[in-house]
């Protein structure tokens, strides 16, 4: 408890504001994140650190602390998110239905496109197929492309068109499913 806490009537009308401001830190959490777990959650994890940190000198000033809080711990969260990557929980269900989806004859004409793609690719000059495969599957800037390959931006597009058009004629050639 804090040393400055002058006695247990003041700590029993800190738990009591902390508790009436739940429900507006529920909602603030449910409206960023859309669900109402991780919202509850979120909204423990402040009200908690609000109580052990208070010795507020009036309620404006325990509102003010709570949602800055509250928005400090909502950062918090997103950086995690961006540095450790988001938690998905596996669905059994949806996985059994995935793996009924794909059947042999499914795996087969797949494979067959994938080899026609392939063989497309490898009938552009290598500078041609380096834009492509850098653009579109490296996912790199045309400017990033232009800089490491040591041309110009006009080059890396005109290369990329040329790689677009021989796919689209060999795809037409080859029937390929859509």
Same mark, same amino acid.
């Given at each position: 408890?804090?040393?400055?806490?002058?006695?247990?009537?003041?700590?029993?009308?800190?738990? $009591? $504001?902390?508790?009436?401001?739940?429900?507006?830190l529920?909602?603030?959490?449910?409206?960023?994140?859309?669900?109402t777990?991780?919202?509850?959650?979120?909204?423990?994890?402040?009200?908690?650190?609000?109580?052990?940190?208070?010795?507020?000198?009036?309620?404006?000033?325990?509102?003010?602390?709570?949602?800055?809080?509250?928005?400090?711990?909502w &950062?918090?969260?997103?950086?995690?998110?961006?540095?450790?990557?988001?938690?998905?929980?596996?669905?059994?269900?949806?996985?059994?239905?995935?793996?009924?989806?794909?059947?042999?004859?499914?795996?087969?004409?797949?494979?067959?496109?994938?080899? &026609?793609?392939?063989?497309?690719?490898?009938?552009?000059?290598?500078?041609?197929?380096?834009?492509?495969?850098?653009?579109?599957?490296?996912?790199?800037?045309?400017?990033?492309?232009?800089?490491? $390959?040591?041309?110009?931006?006009?080059?890396?597009?005109?290369?990329?068109?040329?790689?677009?058009?021989?796919?689209?004629?060999?795809?037409?050639?080859?029937?390929?499913?859509?």
């Amino acid at each position: 408890m804090n040393s400055d806490r002058v006695s247990h009537g003041e700590s029993a009308s800190e738990a $009591l $504001l902390v508790a009436q401001m739940r429900p507006a830190l529920v909602k603030y959490f449910r409206r960023k994140c859309g669900s109402t777990e991780e919202a509850e959650d979120l909204a423990q994890d402040v009200l908690v650190r609000a109580l052990a940190h208070g010795g507020w000198k009036s309620p404006e000033q325990a509102k003010g602390y709570i949602f800055r809080a509250a928005v400090n711990r909502w &950062h918090d969260r997103r950086r995690r998110d961006r540095t450790h990557g988001v938690t998905v929980q596996w669905d059994e269900d949806a996985a059994s239905r995935l793996g009924e989806e794909i059947t042999p004859e499914r795996v087969l004409v797949i494979e067959q496109a994938f080899d &026609h793609v392939v063989a497309a690719l490898l009938e552009l000059n290598d500078r041609t197929r380096d834009v492509f495969i850098l653009i579109r599957l490296e996912q790199m800037k045309q400017s990033a492309v232009a800089e490491m $390959l040591g041309i110009s931006v006009s080059a890396v597009e005109k290369h990329l068109v040329k790689a677009l058009a021989h796919l689209a004629r060999r795809a037409g050639q080859a029937d390929l499913p859509q």
